[in-house]
């Protein structure tokens, strides 16, 4: 069931946003040759439990960390390890959430590590750019696939691989609720999006073949190829006008 969440649900899941938007402004700076994976990890947990808020990922479903850390080929759920450090040209991607007085905030992102390739750039500024196409499709009256085919669509259009394993989803009070959003597929489908509904929109853009697979430690998601990619994420409200990003300053 597709929740609407109150005035009051929307100011606090506002809150847990702004933590989390907090925590990736303070990760943009510090990301450089040298830094760990945990040493991010660290500082994302900080950030959090500074701001009275609790890292959403910590303990959920048994995953270690405060955020998500996967570097170049890992495109998801990658482990904070104090043995993974950072090198010049490698791409991070990064997943935060925080729960603020119950209510979850989603947002991740891509960041350089020093100077990169220019096919990473594009890499890092298409994905980025159809988590936008696919936002300006989330507003009341739309389907929920219109915003999985913008998302589609532009990717594609670069002829790179959208990943199919992982998808959007709701959230509120829980880190995933309904509806599940594939970041593929035809448009006009789906939920009839609605003012109130929160939903985290976050595609993961493989630059080469979309197959993933799943490594030993049951959690970090590699492309199949090898090749690099790359994860953005916003939670949003849905309005009849243009969606509010909540995961924002
Ligand atoms: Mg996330
Ligand atoms: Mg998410």
Known sequence: MVTIKSK??????????????????????????????????QLVERVIRDNNAIPSFKGYGGFPGSACTSVNKQVVHGIPSAEVILKDGDIISVDIGAIYKGYHGDSAWTYPVGTISKEAELLLAVTKQSLFEGLKMAKAGNRLTDISHAIQTHAESFGYGIV????????????????????????GKGTLLKAGMTLAIEPMVNMGRKEVRVLKDNWTAVTIDGKLSAHYEHSILITKGDCIILTAL
């Open 8 to 41: 009051r649900e929307v100011e606090l899941m506002r809150e847990a946003g702004r933590i989390v938007a907090l925590a990736h402004h303070e990760i943009k700076g510090f990301i450089k040759p040298g830094v760990t994976t945990m040493d991010i990890d």
């Open 164 to 187: 199919r394993e992982f998808v959007g989803h709701g959230l509120g009070k829980n880190l995933h609720e309904d509806p599940q959003i594939p970041n593929y597929g035809l448009p």
